[in-house]
């Protein structure tokens, strides 16, 4: 095997970085086994790896600017945060500088500068991205270009006194979701499904005359919405962008699952042509089920971030019905020592899940 | 590079445009209406000392009671009202959170003058007399009654060429896309009995009066509307440095300052073509 070959020219800088850590731990590993003497490579073999360990090192640090020691990885962390931060503050000042000056400016003026504006900074992105592999302030300028190009219609939508729209959604999804695939940026991404889920939920709830902005009195569009970024989830594993699969799953579980807080506690939001009660009660039920198959879906196909919302999910879910269930009834102590049980015996089921899974497997 | 700029410039462009499509064909043809307000129902619009941009909010007479507003006219812009508002569990069914905020078109009546019936509505015409102190109190309740804003909401139906064709007055009537919602009303009141004690205490004293469904306007689409640039140093010139700092929300304290000529175009959106300071009235 050699180094271009494992160094594979479609690597993205995320699945760089694992390499490195894989390397790191492999090494540590061996070190390891040898001081207890259960390996002992020969000098030949023990040079040819670390030579080969070493250029890969150094060919993945010279493409994708990966981190190479803990301490580079912690300065990473650091640069993000302040990436955000600096995003953040760029995207403020952006917008307070426009409502400063917008009524000074003659309506034309005012949509020449909104509509370049988003695309100017979109073009720094590019020339950002090219100048530094790490990508920081790229990813810092492709948040405040998407800042811009909110700001942009909403002033549009001020100045010609338009009503609010849902394809305002669906433009800024489109917006995200270009320079999340363009530079493989997660947060432009999360931002993109965000708006796009936004947008199924606020066009579902138009079309049943219900005025858009109040989507949350139809939670079971969110439904709809996270199913699809299911879907996305799926397509994106096909072609092996884990990274991005994960975000898709991320939203999209939270999305499926957050409706069922709603609707098992007021059934009369629900499309389903059963009466409030009846509906509370087959969204009580559902909602178990639905916890409970995430879990069994996330530990047989190991997916961490979907464990994590199911699991979190089924715990809140549960304090929510009994709280409705008991609180009114059951003496405080019991309540509490009933919670304290219920979280056992799910660590419980969770730990047989987990057991048959991996026999499974 | 080329291509990926492409992209983001196309998504720009293609989302402002559509904007644009929207204002271009609500300035063609005829406009919908015409119609001159006045500080009351057009409010400044508080938005902080830190921005140069101008709207007002539209404001309508929220107090004024719309009976007219019933069971039927809710049926018949899409609201489910089959359960009888009289029958058990209906006040949970109706004002439970399945019944969301619906959009429709609404028709608004403007009267310069203040509407015939006002005073038994509560709304009181009649200018206060600063020199009164002994009532200084009741005189700046009336004052504020006298500032209520003169427009009314009037009708409504998912179908905004009928209410023009119900109220074709261009002048005096607007018609708008509006957000409203459903409540009931139990007509033995709750008091301190509770809901259903209330009720019982009622049919007792043979003063039981049936729940009612009604209809409530929640918001007009736009509710701001810009002023044009060129019209923002009459408003500010009428309204002084304190003009931004009262809540559009609440009554006109004083007499109106200046007035305003909003014109809907045929896609019933809202513009200001005139601006004029009535202070010195």
Known sequence: MTTKSTADAAMTREQAQQRVDQVHAFRAELAQLEAEGIVLLAPDQSRV???????????LAQRFDVDRTQAEKQMSLGMRIASLFGAVALSAAVFLFFYRFWGLL???????????????????V??????????????????????????????????FNLPPSPGGFLAWAIFAFVFAYTYRLPTLLLLGISCAGIWVAAILTSLTGVYWPALVMRPENFIVAGALALVASAFHSRRDEEDFAFIYRFVGWIAVLMPFFFLSEWGEMSYLPLSGIAARRLYDVLGFVVGAGVIYVAIRRQWAETMNVGALFLVLFLCLKLYDWCWDWMPRYLFFLLIAGVAIGLLAVLQRMRTGAIRHR | MLKRFLWVAAVVLVANAAALAVVARNGRGAPDAVVTLTEREMRLTTLGTDTT?????????????????????????????????????????????????????????????????????GTRVEEPQPADRANAGQAAQKKVGAHRPRLRPIDVGNDPQALRAAHPDRHRYLVTAGVVRLRIVDGDGRGGLGREGGREWAIRSGTHQPARLE????????????????????????????????????????????EVTVEYGSGLLPRIVGVKAIGSR
């Not at chain 1, 790896?49 to 150094?58: F, G, Y």
């Not at chain 1, 090219?130 to 998407?146: D, G, I, Q």
């Not at chain 2, 440095?241 to 109106?256: A, C, D, K, T, V």
Request: net charge negative; proline share 8%; charged share 20%.
């Open chain 1, 106 to 124: 003659s309506v034309p003026v005012q949509v020449v500068l909104l509509t370049t504006a988003p695309i100017l900074i979109g073009i720094s």
């Open chain 1, 49 to 59: 790896l670390r030579t080969h360990h070493d250029d890969l090192l150094a060919q």
């Open chain 2, 215 to 258: 209809g409530l306007v929640l918001d007009v689409l736009p509710d701001q509307v810009y002023v044009p640039q060129a019209m923002q140093r009459i408003v500010m010139a009428a309204v002084g440095e304190r003009g931004n700092r009262e809540m559009p929300s609440s009554p006109l304290s004083r007499p109106p300052r200046y």
């Open chain 2, 53 to 121: 941009g101008m709207t007002l909010t539209l404001q309508w007479d929220r107090d004024v009671l719309m009976p007219w507003f019933d069971r039927a006219k809710l049926q018949s812009i899409g609201f489910d009202c089959s359960m009888e508002p009289d029958a058990p569990g209906a006040f949970e069914h109706y004002s439970g959170p399945g019944l969301a905020p619906r959009t429709t078109y609404l028709a608004f009546e403007y009267a310069p003058a203040g509407f015939p019936d006002e005073g038994q509505q």
């Open chain 1, 126 to 159: 590019e020339v950002a991205a090219r100048r530094e592999k790490t990508l920081y302030f790229a990813w810092l300028l492709a948040l405040v270009a998407f800042a811009s190009f909110v700001l942009d219609l909403n002033i549009v939508a001020s100045i």
